[in-house]
């Protein structure tokens, strides 16, 4: 190797508009003032690291003074009309006034003098005042060129008498085809994944990516092969994301327990490998949209994979993962034992259930609640037909008992008369009162055993065997309007009524009692309670169980009143909610719910 050797940096720096990458907004601008003789006499060129903000004032400083070509642009500043200054180590204000003395010096050849002021920002503030006079009103021969990556920290006063151009970062795929030019100059071999890794790292600044190239040339020699970069730069290849991606897949905890090991064995930082994973999850949420491939700035090869990839993971799935990521990104900075939080981070993506099972527990929640009714019907809640009784003698009595409301009942000759006593045996009963409740376990079973198990020990708890010397609707009826000619007002009712629905607690189950609390009452006439509910699947509810829930208002009212049931306008409170707030709103009611979410923690949560 030639003693002479220069980094790439220095050996390809530009020294024409036409050579600058991915900044033609900049320089076609100055191109065009340079031609209309319109050029200003101050610019600030502003922007990230290894754009080419100082490349592009010495390109300009060559050209307007018509310098030669052979001329270096490190040796720029030896020449007498062009001087470089560093405001990062020269930023007082003598140093300033040194500069204000040699403005006032004409080019010894040439038209213009130009002064370059890198990191211009790190100048003091009195500084900057020192030079305000001459910035505003230099000699006709004097141009400045002010160079700066946080143009925030520069005065106002200073930003109102320049030109400014903002720089913006350069695209991989823009590096990509800068480094495979050079490479072919340097008779270099190096294939197109090891290029993307190099353009990636360099995080938009060709001249990183310069640097890096010059690293894996020391590395790898003329022949750069993507593991050996990979190694050189200590990055975390694609290939070991896909490969965890698939321990992620499969929920194999002790693949990614090794994988995470041979990564901290091999050196890899904790905060980077997190940064690379949060990409690959962004890659494959893009994936999902083929159309939108584009925005993922890899190999082509690559975008097939990710397309494939993306195919096992739904965005919902990559959402969650990406919020549990970052979250961990903001504990790992304090945490003592920061292995261990990154263990249990990717184990948590591991274990981590899909969205589809849990859309899963969430319908079968809310076919829970559409089929409530069913649980709670009258012939499992305490109001089943007496023993000998026909479906037909139940229908009866209720058409008896709502067609007369003064409690005298007609007469039927082909009507069968009621019986008080049953006429099978207590055990066959209770048989068939047991199966009645495993056919209901059967409806409650949705996926989720703990939840259909504790729930149907509820329904069982509530649901009690009706005694049989229990009298019917039309008989308490009879014997109340005999016995008790007191009439019952709405007044009276609406006393009771708070009473009476907290009595229903225990005896009915936990549903009803949630919707006879949310019930109005609205009057009383004519031996009718007219009540009020706020959905047509309440009012169904309510009045399947009418005959129970009468009985249990007679232990107040001391008469029994026929419900009539409506649904009443929604109010503002009765709003849509989102799938969220439900969710929340039924976790607050319901203890069980409440548990479940305890025990899959914040991923059920999100």
């Known amino acids: 190797m030639s003693e002479t050797y220069r980094a790439l940096t220095r050996k390809y720096r530009p020294t024409s508009f036409e050579d600058i990458v991915s900044q033609e907004h900049v320089s076609n601008t100055i191109k065009n003032a340079i031609k209309q003789g319109r050029l200003?006499?101050?610019?600030?060129?502003?922007?990230?690291?290894?754009?080419?903000?100082?490349?592009?004032?010495?390109?300009?400083?060559?050209?307007?003074?018509?310098?030669?070509?052979s001329v270096d642009g490190e040796s720029l500043n030896q020449t007498l009309n062009i001087v470089e200054m560093d405001a990062a180590s020269n930023n007082k204000v003598d140093d300033v006034h040194h500069l204000r003395e040699s403005v006032r010096i004409?080019?010894?050849?040439?038209?213009?003098?130009?002064?370059?002021?890198?990191?211009?920002?790190?100048?003091?503030?009195?500084?900057?005042?020192?030079?305000?006079?001459?910035?505003?009103?230099?000699?006709?021969?004097?141009?400045?060129?002010f160079a700066t990556t946080e143009p925030h920290k520069v005065l106002p006063t200073i930003l109102s008498r320049v030109q400014r151009f903002d720089f913006k970062r350069i695209s991989v795929d823009e590096i990509v085809q800068r480094l495979r030019k050079i490479s072919l100059d340097e008779d270099i071999s190096i294939d197109e994944e090891s290029l993307h890794v190099i353009a990636k790292k360099a995080d938009g600044a060709l001249r990183d990516a310069l640097g890096l190239m010059d690293q894996a040339i020391a590395f790898c020699g003329d022949t750069i092969t993507h593991n050996e970069l990979l190694q050189a730069l200590n990055v975390v290849g694609t290939d070991r994301l896909f490969e965890f991606m698939a321990c992620v897949k499969e929920h194999d905890a002790d693949k990614g327990l090794d994988l995470i090991n041979t990564l901290l064995q091999e050196g890899y930082d904790i905060q980077e490998y997190l940064?690379?994973?949060?990409?690959?999850?962004r890659n494959l949420y893009i994936a999902?949209?083929?159309?939108?491939?584009?925005?993922?700035?890899?190999?082509?090869?690559?975008?097939?994979?990710?397309?494939?990839?993306?195919?096992?993971?739904?965005?919902?799935?990559?959402?969650?993962?990406?919020?549990?990521?970052?979250?961990?990104?903001?504990?790992?900075?304090?945490?003592?034992?920061?292995?261990?939080?990154f263990e249990i981070t990717l184990l948590k993506l591991i274990h981590m259930e899909r969205s589809e099972q849990l859309s899963e527990l969430l319908a079968g929640l809310q076919e829970l609640k559409k089929n409530s009714g069913n649980f709670v019907s009258t012939s499992q809640n305490g109001s089943a037909p007496k023993n000998g009784a026909t479906e037909t003698d139940s229908t009866s009595q209720e058409s008896e008992h709502s067609g007369n409301s003064n409690g005298v009942q007609k007469e039927d000759e082909d009507e069968p008369e009621l019986s008080m006593?049953?006429?099978?045996?207590?055990?066959?009963?209770?048989?068939?009162?047991?199966?009645?409740?495993?056919?209901?376990?059967?409806?409650?079973?949705?996926?989720?055993?703990?939840?259909?198990?504790?729930?149907?020990?509820?329904?069982?708890?509530?649901?009690?065997?009706?005694?049989?010397?229990?009298?019917?609707?039309?008989?308490?009826?009879?014997?109340?309007?005999?016995?008790?000619?007191?009439?019952?007002?709405?007044e009276f009712v609406q006393e009771k009524w708070d009473e009476y629905v907290n009595s229903l607690k225990g005896d009915f189950p936990m549903l009803l009692h949630l919707q006879m609390e949310r019930v109005k009452v609205l009057k009383v006439k004519g031996g009718e309670l007219y009540l009020e509910c706020e959905s047509s699947f309440a009012q169904k509810m309510l009045n399947e169980q009418s005959t129970d829930l009468q009985i249990k208002l007679k232990e107040f009212t001391g008469s029994v009143l026929r419900f009539n049931i409506s649904v009443g306008e929604p109010d503002e409170r009765n709003k849509p909610m989102s799938v969220y707030e439900r969710f929340k709103q039924i976790q607050q009611k319901d203890p069980i719910i409440r548990d479940i979410v305890e025990i899959f923690g914040a991923e059920l949560e999100y």
């Open 275 to 281: 940064i690379g994973l949060t990409e690959h999850l």
């Open 40 to 69: 200003s006499h101050a610019y600030m060129f502003c922007g990230p690291r290894g754009v080419g903000k100082t490349t592009m004032a010495r390109v300009l400083a060559r050209t307007i003074n018509e310098i030669d070509i």
């Open 421 to 490: 006593e049953g006429s099978e045996e207590p055990e066959e009963e209770e048989a068939s009162y047991d199966q009645d409740i495993e056919e209901e376990e059967d409806d409650f079973d949705m996926g989720a055993p703990a939840l259909a198990t504790s729930l149907s020990k509820k329904i069982k708890a509530s649901q009690k065997p009706v005694q049989k010397n229990e009298p019917t609707i039309s008989e308490s009826a009879s014997e109340q309007e005999e016995t008790s000619p007191v009439k019952i007002t709405t």
């Open 288 to 341: 999902h949209e083929s159309s939108k491939l584009y925005l993922v700035e890899e190999s082509e090869e690559t975008k097939k994979r990710y397309l494939q990839t993306a195919k096992d993971f739904s965005r919902d799935d990559l959402m969650r993962m990406l919020h549990i990521i970052s979250e961990a990104q903001i504990k790992l900075k304090d945490a003592s034992q920061p292995r261990i939080q």
């Open 106 to 145: 004409p080019p010894q050849n040439g038209r213009y003098k130009v002064f370059i002021v890198d990191e211009v920002h790190m100048l003091s503030k009195a500084a900057f005042n020192a030079l305000l006079k001459t910035l505003e009103e230099p000699p006709e021969h004097a141009i400045f060129i």
